[in-house]
């Protein structure tokens, strides 16, 4: 375990991002980093590290890299000055469908158990609690995806998610907290080196000139959502929070349209030049547990991304030169 760099700023408000150097959490910082909007947010990160996105070492923020269950990350948590309540943005957590079925309890650790406890050791009066959430996973895929919408999840995933959201609300209420939640849809983008799901695959072996397979039929659909978008909406809703502006309890960042994944493919064709070496399988058992199409309502997502986001085309063309390097 490591603390890295000064963990006190004053005239700004402590981020504290729990899984900020891996996928997500390093969009968030490049958007602060990037739009003086963000100027009152002073980030700090803790993280283990096991999913960090190459080039962390870099970064000029404050850091305990370890796992935010150890001692130490509530020491370096104690040392952060703020100036009216920290904003915890919680990224950490499982989050592979497919191995949810088999490794129900590991997931009840990680999504329930361990935040849970993290709440009740570190959350304190005036903070702010943002639980970054899934959006897809909640729903059984058979309407498009509203704020209000009943949780009806299709996988031992999205029922742990559901419990999180629920009991942490609860939990950092009791702590004198307030809470907020935001639901993503499928993030692709950059700094997404350890992610593994369809685009990015799909990119890094074309890139490669290797062999992927498609599940199913391939027109299952799913809204992408680009990761720059989504680092630039946690830091709005964060902005709010410390602002004292009005704000949502619970939030979506989407696209707001739903494309198929054999239109992800030829996407990933055109910015490439080339073709992708693709076979497609059944794998019925593995499609039994996701949901055949998800859309998130465009006036949600619009909340906190305004009409301001990333067409898928451009997008993947930007995951592509990522990759390219």
Not at 68 to 90: C, K, M, N, P
């Amino acid at each position: 375990m490591q603390i890295m760099g000064q963990t006190a700023m004053k005239n700004s408000s402590a981020l504290v991002l729990v899984g900020g150097f891996g996928f997500v959490g390093r969009n968030i910082l490049e958007a602060i980093r990037t739009n003086d909007a963000f100027e009152g947010l002073a980030p700090a990160v803790i993280d283990n590290l096991s999913n960090a996105a190459p080039g962390y070492e870099a970064l000029d923020v404050p850091s305990y890299q370890g796992g935010y269950e150890e001692e130490g990350a509530g020491s370096f948590l104690e040392e952060i000055e703020d100036t009216g309540g920290r904003i915890f943005v919680f990224l950490a957590g499982e989050t592979r469908v497919a191995e949810s079925k088999d490794r129900p309890l590991d997931f009840i650790e990680a999504n329930i158990t361990a935040p849970s406890d993290f709440v009740m050791k570190n959350v304190r009066e005036g903070d702010h609690f943002l639980l970054i959430s899934t959006a897809g996973a909640l729903f059984d895929g058979t309407f498009e995806v509203r704020t209000d919408s009943a949780y009806c999840p299709k996988n031992f995933y999205g029922a742990t998610k559901a419990a999180e959201e629920m009991i942490l609300e609860k939990l950092v209420e009791l702590r004198g907290g307030t809470f907020s939640v935001i639901r993503m849809t499928n993030v692709y983008g950059v700094y997404s080196d350890k992610k593994k799901s369809a685009i990015h695959a799909f990119t890094r072996a074309i890139i490669e000139d290797g062999d992927v397979f498609i599940n199913g039929d391939g027109k299952q659909s799913r809204d992408f959502i680009f990761s720059g978008d989504v680092g630039r909406a946690i830091a709005e809703q964060a902005r709010r929070v410390r602002a004292g502006e009005d704000w949502n309890k619970v939030n979506m960042i989407g696209a707001g349209v739903s494309t198929s994944l054999m239109d992800v493919v030829a996407a990933i064709e055109e910015a490439s030049g080339k073709s992708l070496n693709y076979t497609k399988v059944p794998a019925e058992e593995l499609l039994k547990t996701e949901p055949r199409d998800v859309i998130a309502n465009a006036d949600d997502v619009a909340v906190l991304l305004g009409e301001n986001r990333t067409s898928l085309v451009d997008g993947i063309r930007a995951t592509h030169a990522y990759y390219a390097g």
